[in-house]
């Protein structure tokens, strides 16, 4: 019984931005969940109205994302995945730091649905994934990213309920004339924004664009294996089928020299042992003769 193939070890910088992207993904889209309802109150929202509002401003992230996801999947084809990651990890940087900035609930959802629009690693991510794995570590690196995803889901609404409003938690380490009493949601989202940062300084030095060829090669490969199985089906078809023909054929040539066979032996019309070969009168020229 054949071995299995050995094990392709995961390439570690690549494996380690994947890991930063799928918990900032995670993180920035779960970490205003704990406090997303006193922000929509602190907009001066009436009570009745909070949840509606919440809602609104959670969604905007998932929506902005819903439009943009094939726009980034054709722009990955046209400029290279590298560029496409960084753009989703420095967007995600900048626009989770604006969201603690806003002052009203314009600014809130537009920030949110914005990061949608500008980060699609969502989806890059795993074409990335599949570019630098091959067959027998392809699985384990998807495993990772799933991994990575639970717990940036994990530490995400934990920063966001620990950090909120920390000039009225923690008033010895922020004072109440800091900034963040001005802007109390303001230091989740650093902290939060801290996560991406890592890997874009990461990628930006260490991060290598795939080969572009990976593509096109493993097109290629799917393309010899669709034809050697259409000449494989070919080849068995005509296997199948000549034979039958041939022994038709031959049946048929073999019943035809038999009918010749026949045809040859059969003694002439009118020969016998006792027949007159002379001719008939009625097979004479002329008339008969008369008396």
Request: glycine content about 10%.
């Amino acid at each position: 019984m054949a071995s299995p193939p050995a094990v392709t070890p995961i390439p570690r910088v690549e494996m380690f931005v994947v890991i930063c992207i799928s918990t900032a993904e995670a993180a920035a889209y779960t970490f205003m969940f704990p406090f997303v309802p006193f922000m929509v109150r602190g907009f001066g929202v009436v009570e009745e109205d909070v949840g509606l509002y919440s809602g609104w401003i959670a969604s905007s992230f998932m929506v902005g994302q819903l439009f943009s996801s094939f726009l980034w999947g054709w722009t990955c084809d046209r400029i290279g995945i590298r560029p496409v990651m960084l753009f989703g990890l420095s967007s995600t940087v900048v626009l989770t730091v604006l969201f603690g900035f806003s002052g009203n609930l314009f600014q809130a959802i537009a920030s949110r649905f914005v990061l949608g629009i500008l980060n699609g690693n969502v989806g890059v991510v795993k074409t990335f994934i599949g570019l630098v794995t091959d067959e027998t570590n392809e699985a384990q690196a998807f495993g990772y990213m799933a991994l990575c995803w639970g717990f940036g889901s994990i530490i995400g609404p934990t920063l966001g309920g620990l950090l909120s409003q920390p000039a009225s938690k923690y008033p010895d380490v922020f004072p109440e004339n800091s900034i963040f009493a001005t802007f109390p949601f303001l230091l989740p989202c650093l902290v939060t924004a801290a996560i991406p940062a890592t890997g874009f300084a990461v990628g930006i030095f260490y991060l290598p664009e795939p080969p572009r060829v990976a593509l096109q090669s493993g097109q290629a490969e799917r393309d010899a294996a669709a034809a050697a199985a259409a000449a494989e089906t070919s080849k068995d078809t005509e296997m199948g089928t000549y034979p039958l023909i041939k022994a038709d054929a031959d049946d048929a040539a073999e019943q035809l020299a038999e009918e010749d066979m026949a045809v040859s032996a059969r003694p002439p019309s009118g020969a016998g042992a006792g027949s007159d070969s002379s001719p008939r009168p009625s097979e004479d020229c002329g008339p008969a003769p008369g008396p």
